[in-house]
Nanobody, 123 residues
Framework: QVHLVESGGGLVQAGGSLRLSCAASGRTSRMGWFRQAPGKERDFVAAITWSSTNTDYGDSVKDRFTISRDNAKNTVYLQMNSLKPEDTAVYYC???????????????????WGQGTQVTVSS
């Protein structure tokens, strides 16, 4: 059993930055971030392999968000720059504990998820 705890969410003005963290209670393999805005479907945001060799991003966040991880701390990060009001959502961390080579781009690719952290971007 792995528990994921997200932190770093909050209220920020458009154009600002936030850094989300997700601490896992145990060892994980691939990890990712998803988000869900009120009344909308859950979207893929970013994913990273265990070695950090491969990353991928949703089209709407490419060139603005950066995913990274520190395996010594069992923590994954999401640096969010140039934030826009449409980035407002609850952000969820996801982790897989299986032996995986490929990135996980779908919610179903993971077997543990955090409770979410709210990010609100004001215009």
């Amino acid at each position: 059993q792995v528990h994921l705890v997200e932190s770093g969410g909050g209220l920020v003005q458009a154009g600002g930055s936030l850094r989300l963290s997700c601490a896992a209670s145990g060892r994980t393999s691939r990890m990712g971030w998803f988000r869900q805005a009120p009344g909308k479907e859950r979207d893929f945001v970013a994913a990273i392999t265990w070695s950090s060799t491969n990353t991928d991003y949703g089209d709407s966040v490419k060139d603005r968000f950066t995913i990274s991880r520190d395996n010594a701390k069992n923590t994954v990060y999401l640096q969010m720059n140039s934030l826009k009001p449409e980035d407002t959502a609850v952000y969820y961390c996801a982790a897989d504990t299986g032996i995986r080579i490929r990135l996980g781009l779908r919610w179903e690719d993971y077997n543990y998820w955090g409770q979410g952290t709210q990010v609100t971007v004001s215009s």
